[in-house]
């Protein structure tokens, strides 16, 4: 059965960075694509990131966290990360992850359909 431990959240200033872990149990991560989704209170879950397997190159951000978010992936630690950096409190929301596909031809994660049941997720709070 697919599933994932979410770690690293907790409070932190606007500007300032964290890093979750999503540590893979039960399964071997190496070919798997592996997303980051959030859900903040009143919302709908939205995809934030993905990085799909081998090379660990190939990645996707939204919009809203490109160029500030980085996810990279350790397979010999059945793990990826979330790099959060410059955060705001629009940030504020829990995380979980989840493995995601990637369509044929493309070679680029997807957020739109993960893969399993969600799991605790780890809570990010951006806040003076």
């Known amino acids: 059965q697919l599933q994932f431990v979410e770690s690293g959240g907790g409070l932190v200033q606007p500007g300032g960075s964290l890093r979750l872990s999503c540590t893979a149990s039960g399964f071997t991560l190496d070919y798997s694509a592996v997303g980051w989704f959030r859900q903040a209170p009143g919302k709908e879950r939205e995809g934030v990131s993905c990085i799909s397997p081998n090379d660990g190159s190939t990645t996707y951000y939204t919009d809203s966290v490109e160029g500030r978010f980085t996810i990279p992936r350790d397979d010999s630690k059945n793990t990826v990360y979330l790099q959060m950096r410059s955060l705001t409190p629009e940030d504020t929301a829990v995380y979980y992850c989840?493995?995601?596909?990637?369509?044929?031809?493309?070679?680029?994660?997807?957020?739109?359909?993960?893969?399993?049941?969600w799991g605790q997720g780890t809570q990010v709070t951006v806040s003076s």
């Open positions: 989840a493995v995601v596909p990637v369509p044929a031809g493309q070679g680029v994660c997807t957020l739109g359909a993960p893969v399993g049941s």
